[in-house]
């Protein structure tokens, strides 16, 4: 798996709660900021924003993803660059599961 969130990209990813079951994570980009490659647990996330990202993934492959404020999803471990492709900020709650 790729670098951790928090330490490969800290400007985008900050620890707000943690224990032996769950990290949180408050995820926030400014307007048409993009990250660096990096991993993911299985987590469910908290959509604070709306948005509109591009996820890059290893090989080349990409895709657009869109969520509205409010929605919650859950998403199996990933590794990703995330590129926030709207003119506002996105902010969301992430809940990655340990183990």
Same mark, same amino acid.
């Given at each position: 798996?790729?670098?951790?969130?928090? =330490?490969?990209?800290? =400007? %985008?990813?900050?620890?707000?709660?943690?224990?032996?079951?769950?990290?949180?994570?408050?995820? +926030?980009?400014?307007?048409? $900021? #993009?990250?660096?490659? %990096?991993? +993911?647990?299985?987590?469910?996330?908290?959509?604070?924003?709306? +948005?509109?990202? =591009?996820?890059?993934?290893?090989? %080349? #492959?990409? $895709?657009?993803? %869109?969520? #509205?404020?409010?929605?919650?999803?859950?998403?199996?471990?990933?590794? +990703?660059?995330?590129?926030?492709?709207?003119? =506002?900020?996105?902010?969301?709650?992430?809940?990655?599961? #340990?183990?």
């Amino acid at each position: 798996m790729s670098e951790d969130s928090v =330490k490969a990209d800290p =400007k %985008h990813y900050k620890v707000e709660f943690e224990n032996e079951r769950v990290r949180v994570l408050r995820v +926030h980009y400014g307007a048409g $900021e #993009k990250s660096v490659m %990096h991993g +993911h647990p299985d987590l469910v996330a908290v959509f604070l924003t709306d +948005h509109d990202v =591009k996820f890059s993934y290893r090989g %080349h #492959k990409a $895709e657009e993803a %869109h969520a #509205k404020a409010g929605q919650v999803h859950w998403f199996p471990a990933v590794e +990703h660059l995330p590129e926030n492709l709207d003119n =506002k900020p996105l902010e969301l709650i992430l809940i990655e599961l #340990k183990r």
